[in-house]
């Protein structure tokens, strides 16, 4: 079975700072992977998405992930972040011989200060 | 841009009740989606469908029943609600195609809480 997991519950930081968040998956199949965002009062939507080719893709609002497979990782990060960027954000993945059944991590909760 | 809607936001059941949670959508997609919502979990997968009169169990379908008779519309129906059964639930869709995971699109959801 599959299995997302995201290092850090919570991550507080200033404007500017860099960030970046970790996810790894529990699959030795071939997986597409997602970040989603959720800022406060707004649907769940789509940061960025991985399902072959370049390892590092680039998503909305400047972020971007890295593909790891001997890692089995898909990191985020943002080289210098804004108050806006304040939400909590999940990583996803699904196998591709199990269609439909996503599987999400716990999330992580960024807090970014003034 | 894609809708989903949801019948409630809020909801507020006694246990043992039916409880129908709706789910609309505006964009001609074939998939659609439940999950609930928890703190420190994450988002964990009821059910889903992949075509009217189609479902397919997640990994937390105890509990839980869906129903697909139009295309636009699943409903979430717990049964006789529980206490544990408290949560945030969230309805999503997605089209079919070449990429067909290409995009989820998520519905504000339903907080329900049952008493």
């Known amino acids: 079975a599959q299995s997302v997991s995201q290092h850090n519950h919570h991550v507080i930081l200033s404007e500017a700072a860099s960030l970046e968040l970790g996810c790894n998956y529990s699959y030795g199949g071939t997986v597409n992977l997602f970040w989603y965002v959720q800022y406060p009062g707004q649907h769940l939507q789509l940061l960025l998405k991985y399902f072959s080719g370049d390892p590092l893709v680039k998503g909305i609002k400047g972020f971007e992930a890295e593909f790891i497979k001997s890692k089995f990782s898909f990191n985020l990060r943002k080289p210098s972040v804004q108050w806006s960027d304040t939400a909590e954000y999940f990583c996803?993945?699904?196998?591709?011989?199990?269609?439909?059944?996503?599987?999400f991590g716990a999330g992580t909760q960024v807090v970014v200060t003034p | 841009d894609v809708k989903v809607t949801q019948s409630s936001r809020y909801l507020v059941k006694r246990t043992g009740e039916k409880v129908f949670l709706e789910c609309v959508q505006d964009m001609d997609h074939e998939n659609m989606f439940w999950y609930r919502q928890d703190p420190g979990l994450g988002l964990r997968l009821i059910y889903f469908s992949y075509d009217v009169k189609m479902k397919e169990k997640g990994d937390i379908p105890e509990g839980y029943s869906v129903s697909r008779e139009k295309k636009e519309r699943f409903s979430l129906i717990l049964e006789s609600a529980s206490t544990n059964q408290t949560s945030m639930y969230l309805c999503?869709?997605?089209?079919?195609?070449?990429?067909?995971?290409?995009?989820?699109?998520f519905g504000p959801g339903t907080r329900l809480t049952v008493l």
């Open positions: 999503a869709s997605s089209p079919t195609g070449a990429l067909s995971t290409d995009t989820q699109y």
């Open positions: 996803a993945s699904m196998a591709t011989d199990s269609w439909g059944k996503f599987q």
